[in-house]
């Protein structure tokens, strides 16, 4: 099944739950009217909340830079002793 | 499966990588000493005279460890990955840039965790705990990680890393899972990885660095973020 079609039918569900809430009037009805915005919103501020809880967290590796130089050094020496050209980029 | 048996074939595409593609070779051999490899490169007519450093690359390390597989002019990264496939002993099959983001060292953490668990697909992720960038602004981790979000939300893909390309295959996955990859670019690698997903193959993540040396050029600009969003719209009706 196409992913855009397991969205769909999961939009399905949670619309079919809605509407049954709607008539099943559990809960008031004003409110279940704004359950969809309610559900956007959060959805929303998770994806908001992750994108920034993830920058924070962003793993960066400033000392791989440096070993990286190391390696080149060392990979240069080697090559050029072995005749291989090294020259600029 | 017996260890021993195991070939690596290591495709990477070049183009105008004339020192970095020396500097990758060494490291590779440093790193896989004990490893029974062989490095394709695919070169796009580079007018750099990178295909000349490869012929002494061959010369120092031998013509059946490095192939140079050429093509004549820049004809995009699958089709680059299809070529070198062609040219392909082993039953392994390694992608990995060619600038050096991709550091060789992390090649036997790669092989030893598919030994480990038999997985189709071994792939580097950036974002996990080990795994991280360097020589990212602000602004070019925010779109990274907002672009990761929607991907996630969006594709449930399975991996943490989608549009990464330091990559270990089985062959014959890579072979199945590349003929039904139309995409171009990075957007390609995200297929890749996403149908490879859908199909039901076995996917492990090692953790790898990345020190982005492409320096002042930014790779995102508006239309980047255009074919990223129509990328993922793509997958999502096709896969």
Redesign the interface.
């Known amino acids: 099944m196409?992913?855009?079609l397991k969205?769909l039918s999961l939009l399905v569900v949670i619309s079919a739950l809605w509407i049954g809430l709607l008539q099943a009037s559990i809960i008031p009805q004003s409110h279940t009217w704004l359950l969809p915005i309610y559900f956007i919103v959060s959805l929303g501020c998770y994806?908001l909340l992750?994108?920034g809880v993830?920058?924070m967290r962003?793993?960066?590796?400033?000392q791989?830079?440096l070993l990286?130089q190391q390696?080149?050094a060392?990979?240069?020496d080697?090559?050029k002793q072995?005749?291989?050209?090294?020259?600029?980029? | 499966m017996d260890a021993e048996k195991n070939k690596y074939s290591i495709i990477v595409p070049t183009y105008n990588e004339?020192?970095n593609i020396?500097?990758i070779v060494?490291?590779i051999f440093k790193h896989l000493r004990d490893v029974d490899f062989e490095i394709i490169v695919v070169d796009d007519g580079s007018p750099d005279g990178t295909q000349?450093?490869v012929k002494?690359?061959q010369?120092?390390y031998g013509e059946d460890r490095i192939l140079l597989r050429p093509r004549a002019k820049k004809l995009g990264l699958g089709t680059a990955y299809i070529h070198g496939l062609k040219h392909a002993s082993g039953n392994f099959v390694v992608i990995m840039d060619a600038d050096?983001s991709h550091?060789p060292?992390y090649l036997p953490s790669f092989i030893k965790k598919q030994l480990e668990t038999g997985a189709s697909i071994v792939t580097g992720t950036?974002?996990?705990?080990?795994?991280?960038?360097?020589?990212w602004n602000l602004m070019r981790?925010?779109t990274s990680?907002?672009a990761?979000?929607?991907a996630q939300?969006?594709?449930?893909p399975g991996v943490s890393d989608l549009t990464g390309s330091f990559r270990l295959y089985k062959k014959s996955v890579l072979e199945d899972v590349i003929s039904s990859c139309v995409s171009k670019g990075y957007v390609f690698q995200m297929e890749m990885i996403v149908r490879a997903s859908?199909k039901g193959y076995h996917i492990e993540e090692v953790p790898i660095?990345f020190?982005d040396r492409v320096f002042g050029s930014s790779k995102l600009g508006g239309s980047e973020i255009v074919e990223y969003l129509k990328g993922l719209i793509y997958?999502?009706?096709?896969?």
């Not at chain 1, 072995?82 to 980029?89: H, I, N, R």
């Not at chain 2, 950036?126 to 020589?135: A, D, E, P």
């Not at chain 2, 939300?153 to 449930?156: A, G, N, S």
């Open positions: 196409k992913h855009v969205l994806g992750m994108v993830g920058l962003f793993p960066t590796c400033p791989e830079a990286l390696d080149i060392e990979a240069k080697f090559l072995k005749g291989v050209d090294v020259g600029s980029d | 004339r020192l020396a500097l060494y490291l000349e450093i002494q690359l010369k120092l050096l550091h060292k950036r974002y996990v705990t080990g795994g991280g960038v360097h020589g981790k925010l990680r907002g990761n979000v929607l939300t969006l594709l449930w859908r660095t020190v997958l999502m009706v096709t896969t």
